[in-house]
């Protein structure tokens, strides 16, 4: 079955600091992947999303996510994070190319950024 | 344009209580989804919808049971509520396309006791 994994659960960075979150897809066809967040009580929000083209793709708030085909990977990368930014992040893709617009997500991950 | 909306925000149940969560989008999207947000587990898709008139299974759809009798609202029942079914719920709507963006309500914090 298609799944997406999330490697860290809980995250704790300093301000300033370098943020990369790790995810990997398991489908092997064409698929549409996206970031979302979600801050503390809020509804899931767009981070920014791939499907086609350069694989680097910037998104809101300076983050950024880079599309590796051969590793089935999708990293967020943040260079210098804010205490704004704690939050859960998900990352998520699309079944089986998008036939029916259905995502599937990972577990997310928990940051913590410390002032 | 208020987007996605939900309600109620907060519902208590006893066990084997009934209850409906209403999702509404001004949107225009003809796809909806509800989901279910545990802790440590992400989301799950409950039920779908890709138009008016239609519905269909997703990861847990056991216990939940939903109507898309309108294209702007898609509604979610519980016909028996089970301590299991304590939850955030989310709702979602887009549009078909490349891209398939979702866009989400708010959510339903519900607890069954």
């Known amino acids: 079955a298609q799944s997406v994994s999330q490697h860290n659960h809980h995250v704790i960075l300093s301000e300033a600091a370098s943020l990369e979150l790790g995810c990997n897809y398991s489908?092997?066809?064409?698929?549409?992947l996206f970031w979302y967040v979600q801050y503390p009580g809020q509804h899931l929000q767009l981070l920014l999303k791939?499907?086609?083209?350069?694989?680097l793709v910037k998104g809101i708030k300076g983050f950024e996510a880079e599309f590796i085909k051969s590793k089935f990977s999708f990293n967020l990368r943040k260079p210098s994070v804010q205490w704004s930014d704690t939050a859960e992040y998900f990352c998520?893709?699309?079944?089986?190319?998008?036939?029916?617009?259905?995502?599937?997500f990972g577990k997310g991950t928990k940051l913590s950024v410390k002032p | 344009n208020a987007g996605v909306t939900q309600t109620p925000k907060f519902r208590v149940l006893k066990t084997g209580q009934s209850m409906t969560l209403l999702c509404a989008q001004d949107?225009?999207?003809?796809?909806m989804y509800w989901y279910r947000q545990d802790p440590g587990m992400g989301l799950r898709l409950i039920h779908y919808?890709?138009?008016?008139?239609?519905?269909a299974k997703g990861e847990v759809p056991d216990g939940y049971n939903v109507s898309r009798l309108k294209k702007q609202n898609f509604l979610l029942g519980l016909e028996s509520a089970a301590p299991s079914q304590t939850s955030v719920y989310f709702c979602?709507?887009?549009?078909?396309?490349?891209?398939?963006?979702?866009?989400f309500g708010p959510g339903t914090r519900l607890t069954v006791t």
């Open positions: 979602a709507s887009t549009n078909p396309g490349q891209t398939y963006e979702q866009y």
């Open positions: 489908y092997g066809g064409t698929v549409n």
């Open positions: 791939y499907f086609s083209g350069d694989p």
């Open positions: 998520a893709s699309d079944y089986y190319g998008g036939s029916q617009g259905n995502l599937i």
């Open positions: 949107m225009n999207h003809e796809y």
């Open positions: 919808s890709v138009g008016e008139g239609t519905t």
